[in-house]
T-cell receptor
Framework: QKEVEQNSGPLSVPEGAIASLNCTYSDRGSQSFFWYRQYSGKSPELIMFIYSNGDKEDGRFTAQLNKASQYVSLLIRDSQPSDSATYLCATGGGADGLTFGKGTHLIIQP | EAEVAQSPRYKITEKSQAVAFWCDPISGHATLYWYRQILGQGPELLVQFQDESVVDDSQLPKDRFSAERLKGVDSTLKIQPAELGDSAMYLC???????????FGQGTRLTVV
């Protein structure tokens, strides 16, 4: 059974700093990885996906994947108070449903 | 921008009553998922459809939950009878064939009293 592990936090980061969110997964055969942002009481919103080892950048967000270590991370540069949310790491998709971690609660301190 | 539509947004029901949720995926998306998210946890897959066929319902409590997608478009998830432990957010998501990216609707917040 696939498992995705995340530190639940809260992770507190000063405004303008880099927030680093981490995730490990159990299934070595996992191919696709996703980061969702979820504001309190709202549904998850897809912000990044990554399939290949290395880094993928999109604006202030960078996803990093290391398949050998079974490790995925999300970096948020120039953190803003509006980035305060729970960030969910997930793997799977397509023919398989997504397997989610419990999420990391991120707080950006003004 | 195309969205996954869900209704109702909120539902309060008494235990032992029946409750139903509706989902309309993004137009053209053949894959539809129902997830349940308990407060403080990540979403858990309940059932996955490809068109009108169930692909995976291994985590669906079949003694009380049922799901259908009769024409391969919109879908209904039913709980009968509801139990206190069913209180959660019920999320519908969809993706297009060949894509791994899934997009979520606004969800239905269920409270069983």
């Amino acid at each position: 059974q696939k498992e995705v592990e995340q530190n639940s936090g809260p992770l507190s980061v000063p405004e303008g700093a880099i927030a680093s969110l981490n995730c490990t997964y159990s299934d070595r055969g996992s191919q696709s990885f996703f980061w969702y942002r979820q504001y309190s009481g709202k549904s998850p919103e897809l912000i990044m996906f990554i399939y290949s080892n290395g880094d993928k950048e999109d604006g202030r967000f960078t996803a990093q994947l290391n398949k050998a270590s079974q490790y995925v991370s999300l970096l948020i540069r120039d953190s803003q108070p509006s980035d305060s949310a729970t960030y969910l790491c997930a793997t799977g998709g397509g023919a398989d449903g997504l397997t989610f971690g419990k999420g990391t609660h991120l707080i950006i301190q003004p | 921008e195309a969205e996954v539509a869900q209704s109702p947004r909120y539902k309060i029901t008494e235990k032992s009553q029946a409750v139903a949720f509706w989902c309309d995926p993004i137009s053209g998306h053949a894959t539809l998922y129902w997830y349940r998210q308990i407060l403080g946890q990540g979403p858990e897959l309940l059932v996955q459809f490809q068109d009108e066929s169930v692909v995976d319902d291994s985590q669906l409590p079949k003694d009380r939950f049922s799901a259908e997608r009769l024409k391969g478009v919109d879908s209904t998830l039913k709980i009968q009878p509801a139990e206190l432990g069913d209180s959660a957010m019920y999320l519908c998501a969809s993706s297009s064939t060949g894509s791994t990216e899934a997009f979520f609707g606004q969800g239905t917040r269920l409270t069983v009293v």
